[in-house]
């Protein structure tokens, strides 16, 4: 299903679902080690490599918002603090991963009444693209502000899932152990969360072709 919706909203490769698997770097645990030691380099070296990956994360859980930069510092601040606790018995992106989700639920409960999705994408420019005409990347921009505020609608548990599985490729297991819970409740909380969004999608003009291959993506799954 990931593929098809890549497919459908066009997006740029900041948001692109499927996560491509990147090995372990050889020095890695010794980046590590060096950065819970307390070595300042080792740590920035840690931060350059994984930032990307925690502000694309952050992004599709909260949305664009103003403060969107100071969560993913404060992701950042939780690892530093956090990873001399960090014993490599899951991956370090598992662990990461799992550490950026804690802080985004934190977030969105202190931050209730505030929009989460707003007009502009990261200022940065990570979701612009030179290879689209203006009128697409308008298109664009706005399917995936309409997306988000169907994501949004989703209790938090699901749409964690949802996001950590749809968006960003990671297998059931996985997010069993960044979330904390058996695989039977991620794939509960999957299919419901698929169920409720196909529900949701057949009511916005701009994505109501996703509601069909979020049906497809939830029948191949059961047939695995």
Do not use: C
């Amino acid at each position: 299903m990931a593929s098809a919706l890549a497919a459908f909203m066009a997006l740029p490769a900041y948001v692109e679902p499927a996560r491509k698997v990147r090995p372990r770097m050889p020095d890695e645990e010794r980046l590590i080690a060096r950065a819970a030691a307390g070595e300042p380099s080792a740590f920035r070296e840690l931060y350059d490599r994984h930032r990307t990956d925690v502000a694309r994360l952050v992004y599709r859980m909260l949305g664009n918002r103003s403060d969107f930069e100071d969560v993913i510092q404060e992701v950042f601040v939780q690892v530093y603090k956090s990873l001399k606790d960090f014993r490599g018995q899951a991956k370090f992106s598992t662990w990461l991963h799992r550490v950026t989700v804690n802080v985004v639920l934190m977030h969105r409960r202190s931050a209730r009444s505030r929009p989460v999705f707003a007009d502009e994408p990261p200022g940065d420019g990570l979701l612009r693209s030179d290879d689209v005409r203006p009128d697409e990347d308008a298109e664009r921009r706005e399917r995936i502000r309409a997306f988000g505020r169907l994501l949004d609608r989703l209790a938090d548990k699901k749409r964690i899932v949802f996001v950590l599985h749809e968006l960003e490729g990671i297998a059931p297991g996985e997010i069993a152990r960044i979330v904390g819970a058996p695989v039977l409740t991620v794939r509960t909380r999957l299919f419901y969360a698929r169920r409720e969004l196909e529900a949701m999608l057949r009511e916005e003009p701009s994505l109501a072709g996703l509601a069909t291959a979020l049906s497809k993506g939830d029948d191949a799954e059961q047939d695995t």
